[in-house]
């Protein structure tokens, strides 16, 4: 969010000079909440503990210990503790019934009024009503979505004209390297299953 007024800021004609008074959130030593530890919140841990971030998760499965220790992850049974604690809590599940407005009332009400929602999964993954009045009404600091539903967005979603939210169009595998491994990955899974050979990312194992 202090990304998105600088930028604001920067390109306004009405600068003439710049006043600091639009300080962001430190993420160095801050507490990060991973719900969903796949392989991708996996890589996500990895990335923020760079940062020496404290990272907790909550999992359907706890990983093994060597993979938390790795890491320095420390898995919650349960989402509330993890809510209650972290300052940035990012969605990394897939979009099933069980996930469906996982994050709703309650659990923005669990969040710290200084935490910020960081949705990479599914849209329907966070109840976008909830998270409206949640942000109106200052329950948590801001939100960052790069997922929404529907997608795009009605241009009078309330959403859009909040200024502590930011909203990117799904754009978490636009590289060209990505969008690269992933035709090469899918053309491997096509020619695996031409041949009768085991599907090397198959979702639901036999």
């Given amino acids: 969010v202090c990304l998105h007024a600088g930028c604001q800021i920067a390109a306004s004609p009405d600068t003439k000079y710049f006043t600091v008074d639009w300080l962001g959130v430190e993420v160095t030593g801050a507490t990060l909440g991973i719900i969903g530890m796949g392989s991708i ?6 990335r ?9 998760y909550h999992n359907r499965n706890r990983r093994r210990k060597e993979e938390e220790d ?6 919650c049974a349960k989402m509330k503790d993890l809510l209650q604690q972290s300052d940035f809590v990012m969605l990394v599940v897939n979009l099933t019934p069980e996930t469906h407005k996982l994050i709703g009332k309650k659990e923005l009400g669990l969040m710290k ?11 329907a993954v ?11 009404n200052k329950v948590i600091r801001a939100a ?23 909203i990117t169009p799904h754009i978490g595998t636009a590289t060209v390297q990505a969008i690269r491994m992933m035709a090469e990955e899918a053309i491997a899974n096509i020619l695996a299953v031409l041949n009768d050979q085991p599907v090397p990312s198959e979702v639901f194992p036999k």
């Fill in 41 to 46: 919140g996996y890589k996500v841990a990895q």
């Fill in 48 to 56: 923020a503990r760079a940062f020496n971030m404290r990272i907790l």
């Fill in 70 to 75: 790795t890491v320095g992850a420390h898995y």
């Fill in 113 to 123: 009024p200084t935490a910020t929602l960081i949705n990479i999964s599914q849209g």
């Fill in 126 to 136: 966070i109840d976008q009503d909830a998270l409206v009045e949640a942000l109106q």
């Fill in 144 to 166: 960052a979505l790069d997922v929404t539903y529907p997608e795009p967005l009605p241009r009078d979603h309330p959403l859009l004209n909040l200024n502590n939210v930011i």
